[in-house]
């Protein structure tokens, strides 16, 4: 009974709260999880699983740490490591309690891979295809679960042990509807990384973008020179949309399509655009304004994340590609010779072992917008004052960490279903579940369908939206009676910091200050979405559909003393439903060398640093229309070819 009794304690966890934990939900999942193995435990860098069981335990049964006494400060055999102090010979940390022994084999390879997400598992695949190079990809997360390919199931892994599980610093000003924990933060740590566990949605974002991106400085990132590298990357099946061959490809990796599975809301939905005067259009097309049923990464019904696409299929036919997994990289190492700084090598921790490998060629940091600035951070290159502060040595003084910015949401629950609820009872689940594991079809293969941009009359570029709108079922991508609208800020001006944790800058979590809606701009672009999106409820199409409008489940807060007409009203619903939608960029900007926020150059070369380059979310200079994940793989993709044109 125990036994049983964990396993349901421990499927209740996997649910968080988003999946009722009740008996009939439990064989839900437990059927689910059968068929596809579970998510995973947490990974254990440090080795603590592996201590004798007689160990001391401590608060909530975890091991008490007994570290001996710290050594005197003049003692040579320590060295300092932000404020964690390792003994040379035997690695030791005395802060973290179990020991960490120092690895006796000495590694060396061409490349160094920092992280196998997104991007990294683009550039491991490509650098790869020099078999006379040997690469390697240390990734902080397991193997990509096969649960993480269901398309249904994609928000049951935020706050899951292949999620990071940051969140941001609590602030009055956005999130408020979740009290005291602040906005959450999803980051795949995962191989695949967000691209495992994000919506899929496949957007490359306005053509503008990477305009504007060359015209700030950025030379050879205009769209048209971006171009073959997005069509290099995709393999688009949907035939309407890969007709079009000067935007589209079908021959790349990326699998590129629409879901199996359509439900009647789905139609709903899209005729009410068309009865509101829009267009639809393909937003990855010329024209990104108007509304379609999504495009999305994926292959008939089955999640295609950046490593199903890059990594797996050549895995095990490259000999001279390496991956290490819960594997954590602790600092990035120097060479300082007369003032001129290279990268050589990292440091990682996998089940209690420090390990130090060496890089011939070149350091790839690819761990993500917060990740990478962290590690750079940690490892001495960032601000200064900051981190003299922490004792860390600095090889840099560069702005790391600045630039933080996300498209913040606001996800209203206020589309009540009659005639069109997909609720269901429980043997009709099991039937669904059947048919998924057998034919790849129903809920469990599709996820939101439905996209719409915008553009307000605060539009930065006449002719690009600043507004996406896009629909999703409340609680549940499967099994709905509620539909949230989510209206999302595509062109945010407000920026943050990502800052090193004081107390503990290697293996804390990071704090997060989002300062979010701080341009006053931003939030008048919202509310503008808002407006505009609420006249979905006048078209007959709604009325047809009996898609009502219910405005009780956003007035459980302050918001119901205000008159449900007015600025402020509406004001006060943002500040509480805004969320981030974890498409975060910025952090370690890409730039000139006259831009005092720039960290990388146009080659993605850090500045004042050599054979160190930086390949993910964080050099984007200002976020793209749209998630994120294409333009990332796009970098990607060009990167690999900078890289290659270096050392051929």
């Not at 699983?49 to 050594?71: D, E, W, Y």
């Not at 408020?176 to 957007?203: F, K, P, W």
């Not at 069509?231 to 589209?248: L, M, T, V």
């Not at 629909?471 to 539909?483: A, C, E, K, L, T």
Request: hydrophobic share 35%.
């Amino acid at each position: 009974m125990s036994s049983a009794g964990n396993i349901t304690d421990d499927l209740c966890k996997i649910c968080d709260g988003r999946i009722e934990c009740a008996p009939t939900a439990i064989l839900l999942i437990s059927l689910v999880h059968t068929l596809y193995g579970y998510i995973g435990p947490e990974p254990d860098y440090f080795g603590r699983s592996n201590l004798p069981p007689a160990a001391p335990q401590g608060p909530l049964g975890r091991p008490a740490p007994q570290p001996p006494a710290p050594p005197a400060a003049s003692d040579h055999k320590y060295r300092a490591f932000g404020k964690h102090k390792f003994l040379e010979e035997s690695g030791k940390s005395y802060e973290e309690g179990p020991d960490v022994v120092l690895s006796d084999r000495e590694l060396e390879y061409d490349f160094v891979v920092v992280g196998g997400g997104t991007a990294g598992c683009v550039v491991a695949s490509r650098l790869s295809e020099n078999r006379k190079w040997r690469v390697l990809v240390v990734e902080a997360g397991p193997e990509e679960p096969k649960m993480a390919l269901i398309p249904g199931l994609t928000s049951e892994f935020k706050g899951s042990s292949v999620d990071w599980q940051y969140a941001m610093r609590p602030k009055k000003g956005f999130c408020q509807n979740r009290h005291e924990l602040g906005c959450e933060v999803v980051q795949g740590r995962v191989l695949g990384g967000t691209s495992a566990i994000n919506d899929m949605a496949y957007m490359r974002g306005s053509p503008a973008d990477y305009d504007e991106w060359m015209l700030s400085g950025n030379e050879g990132w205009s769209f048209s020179q971006l171009l073959p590298y997005f069509k290099y990357s995709e393999g688009n099946y949907d035939k309407d949309i890969a007709k079009n061959r000067f935007f589209h490809s079908t021959q790349g990796p990326l699998d590129v399509g629409r879901y199996p599975y359509v439900d009647d809301n789905v139609d709903v939905l899209l005729s009410a655009f068309n009865e509101l005067g829009y267009n639809y259009t393909d937003i990855n097309g010329r024209n990104q304004l108007g509304f379609m049923r999504i495009q999305t990464m994926s292959y008939f019904g089955e999640r295609v994340s950046s490593y199903t696409a890059f990594i797996d299929p050549i895995r095990k036919l490259r000999s001279n590609i390496d991956i290490e997994t819960e594997a954590l990289v602790t600092r990035v190492l120097f060479k300082d010779t007369r003032g001129s700084v290279r990268a050589i090598g990292v440091d990682y921790i996998k089940n209690g072992t420090k390990t130090r490998v060496k890089a011939k060629k070149e350091i790839i940091l690819c761990a993500g917008a917060i990740n990478t600035p962290k590690l750079l951070m940690q490892s001495g290159i960032g601000p200064k004052d900051y981190l003299e502060y922490l004792n860390i040595k600095v090889y840099n003084d560069l702005p790391v960490g600045g630039n933080f910015h996300d498209h913040l949401s606001v996800c209203l629950p206020v589309i009540k279903l009659t005639k069109t609820a997909t609720t269901s009872r429980f043997s009709e689940k099991l039937k669904d579940i059947s048919s998924y594991y057998a034919k790849g079809t129903g809920p469990l293969s599709a996820n939101f369908q439905v996209v719409a941009f915008l553009e307000t009359s605060l539009s930065d570029i006449i002719g690009t939206p600043d507004i996406e709108v896009r629909f999703r079922g409340h609680d549940s991508n499967m099994y709905y009676d509620r539909i949230d609208i989510c209206v999302s800020l595509l062109t945010p001006k407000s920026r943050g910091q990502i800052v090193l944790n004081a107390t503990d800058p290697v293996f804390g979590k990071p704090l997060i200050y989002p300062n979010f809606l701080k341009e006053q701009s931003d939030e008048k672009k919202l509310l503008e979405g808002i407006h505009e999106i609420v006249k979905l409820f006048d078209t007959e199409v709604f009325k047809t559909a009996s898609f009502e409008f219910d405005p009780l489940p956003i007035l459980n807060n302050e918001c119901k003393n205000y008159e449900k007409v007015s600025e402020d009203f509406w004001a006060c619903i943002i500040r509480h439903f805004s969320n981030p939608l974890h498409n975060y960029v910025g952090t370690c900007k890409m730039g000139s060398s006259k831009d005092p926020e720039s960290v990388v150059d146009n080659n993605l070369k850090v500045y004042g640093i050599a054979n160190l380059r930086i390949v993910d979310g964080s050099v984007i200079p200002k976020i793209t229309r749209g998630s994120t994940a294409a333009p990332i793989i796009m970098i990607a993709e060009k990167a690999s070819d900078l890289i290659k044109t270096t050392w051929y």
